[in-house]
């Protein structure tokens, strides 16, 4: 598989279940994500300009190909409603091959 085929992750955080399945929509309609999962509930503590912050957030995980990553990034980050948005890109080392190949052909379309 060439390396720019190969499957890639995108972890991201939204403010709401409702945001993440907008931007997460967008992402698959465009051929840019084979799928995004999202995690209705969770906590996130964290510090933002110099204050302790406790939130509820929804996170989502985008399954698309390491060449759309960039991009997915860039589209993501455009839609998103935070201004400095959790996007972080991790590398899949390996899975069920049919399920990887579903992805490469979701996403074929994007580039």
């Known amino acids: 598989m060439d390396e720019n085929d190969k499957p ?7 403010p709401s279940a409702a945001e993440a399945e907008r931007v997460g929509g967008a992402l698959v309609d465009r051929g840019l994500a084979a799928c995004v999962n999202i995690f209705s509930a969770m906590t ?7 204050k302790r912050q406790r939130e509820s957030e929804a996170a989502m995980i985008i399954k698309t190909r390491a060449k759309l990553a960039d991009t997915v990034v860039a589209e993501a980050r455009k839609l998103h409603p935070y201004t400095n948005p959790a996007l972080l890109v991790v590398p899949a080392s390996g899975g069920s091959q049919d399920f990887l ?4 052909e979701q996403t074929a379309k994007a580039g």
């Open 44 to 50: 996130a503590i964290y510090v933002w300009e110099g």
């Open 8 to 14: 890639v992750l995108i972890y991201s955080t939204f």
């Open 101 to 104: 190949r579903w992805i490469a």
